[in-house]
């Protein structure tokens, strides 16, 4: 239901500023990861988009809850990359990035848009500023590009 969503995101944002040693570990994270496992499959649709209207420090403490959670209504693996597109801290990403490989081949790669492929593409470019992209091919971009490529095909 819409309660729990905006309970959700109500809850995450007055603990944002909480630096207690063990709060997030021990309070925090198991009160979202409760909330997420809990929602049916409606509300579970509904918060895979009403989350991308949140900014982005309230949208990144959700991003492991989601991966590890249990809610089999929530594509796990392709809202931890959205998750990852949407967020623009450098230190933010570099953790989220240490997931994002394994979410990234977990996706049904034919149900998603070519576009979220490009923004992928560029989003780990500009992370790690990769200039020459055949020079520096590595285990993700190459992937990357051959998705690309195979979707340009059947466009």
């Not at 991308?52 to 929530?74: M, R, S, V």
């Not at 570099?94 to 990234?104: D, G």
């Not at 998603?112 to 020459?132: G, H, P, T, V």
Request: glycine content about 2%.
């Amino acid at each position: 239901m819409d309660e729990d969503i905006t309970y959700l995101k109500k809850y995450i944002e007055r603990n944002l500023n909480k630096r207690e040693v063990g709060h997030w570990e021990y309070i925090v994270r198991p009160e979202i990861r409760d909330v997420i496992n809990v929602l049916s499959e409606t509300d579970s649709e509904r918060f895979s988009k009403e989350i991308f209207n949140w900014d982005e420090k309230t949208i990144y403490p959700l991003a492991d809850e989601i991966i590890f959670g249990d809610n089999k209504y929530i594509d796990q693996d392709y809202l931890y990359c959205c998750i990852f597109l949407k967020i623009n801290d450098k230190e933010k990403l570099r953790y989220l990035y240490e997931n994002l490989f394994a979410a990234f081949n977990l996706i049904n790669f034919e149900k998603i848009s070519l576009e979220f492929f490009i923004q992928m593409k560029e989003k780990i470019k500009n992370l790690y500023n990769i200039e020459d992209e055949k020079e520096n091919e590595d285990y993700f971009i190459k992937p990357l590009n051959d998705i690309i490529n195979e979707k340009m095909k059947n466009i």
